[in-house]
């Protein structure tokens, strides 16, 4: 998903380096604990969009801190408007490219990893952009606890197998898998906090596939 560029989004996002930080020098560690007011872990959602998902999370969980991770500047924006908004103290946006997800979050600082709706990148030439290629599971490993998860929604039936198939390679764990999350039983669909493309697909009936996942301990 391509945004249209929306000054204000961008303006907001220079305007609030308290809040939201613009692609942050990879060499610089960033003081997490510091710009929550705490130590504890943090959950990351990577390529928020406009933020549906993360805002209403950090909004049923006070007690825990939330990164939205997002490559584009103005969807960064639309969610610290809702941030600003909503007084969402315990989340904060991260305007960068989740190919430096190790160099931003230090080892074991990290409880979950959300990737909703990731970009398909259907042809073979681009396996190495999808957000579940290997590399990209390696940095995962990199920051989450030893009991972290990984928390995968799309809507995209390629996607979804070839992320099956890449986790398995690596070695993980699956600890829930659904090709229908949507018509589960009623206490996981309760549970589902929807994100914006999720609401679209969903409601033109399309199935909405899903699959929690960690890392093995290592031997
Ligand atoms: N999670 C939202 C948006 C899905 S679209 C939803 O479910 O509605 C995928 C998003 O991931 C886009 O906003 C895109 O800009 C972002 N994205 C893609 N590659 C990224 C990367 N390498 N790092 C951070 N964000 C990325």
Redesign the pocket.
């Known amino acids: 998903?391509r945004l249209k560029n929306k000054p204000w989004a961008n303006e907001l996002v220079e305007e609030h380096p308290e809040s939201a930080l613009d692609r942050p020098d990879p060499a610089e560690k960033i003081d997490w604990a510091a710009r929550f007011g705490n130590d504890k872990p943090i959950e990351i959602?990577?390529?928020?969009?406009?933020g549906?998902?993360i805002t209403t999370l950090a909004k049923q969980h006070p007690d825990r801190n939330f990164v939205a991770?997002?490559?584009?500047k103005t969807?960064a924006g639309i969610i610290l408007k809702k941030k600003l908004d909503e007084g969402l103290d315990n989340l904060q946006i991260l305007c960068?490219?989740?190919?430096n997800l190790v160099a931003y979050f230090g080892e074991n600082s990290t409880s979950k990893i959300y990737l909703?709706?990731?970009?398909p990148w259907p042809k073979s030439r681009h396996e190495k952009r999808r957000?579940t290629y290997k590399d990209f599971l390696a940095k995962y490993q990199a920051v989450l606890t030893a009991d972290g998860v990984i928390e995968f929604k799309t809507d995209n039936s390629g996607l979804f197998a070839y992320s099956v198939r890449s986790m398995n390679n690596y070695g993980m764990r699956f600890d829930f898998v659904s090709v229908d999350l949507h018509h589960e039983k009623e206490e996981i669909v309760e549970k589902n906090v929807e994100?914006?493309?999720?609401h679209k697909f969903a409601s033109k009936g399309q199935p909405i596939y899903c699959l929690h996942a960690g890392f093995l301990p290592a031997e």
């Open positions: 998903m959602e990577v390529g928020s969009g406009k549906q998902f991770m997002e490559i584009q969807a960068a490219d989740a190919a909703n709706f990731s970009d957000l994100t914006e493309y999720e």
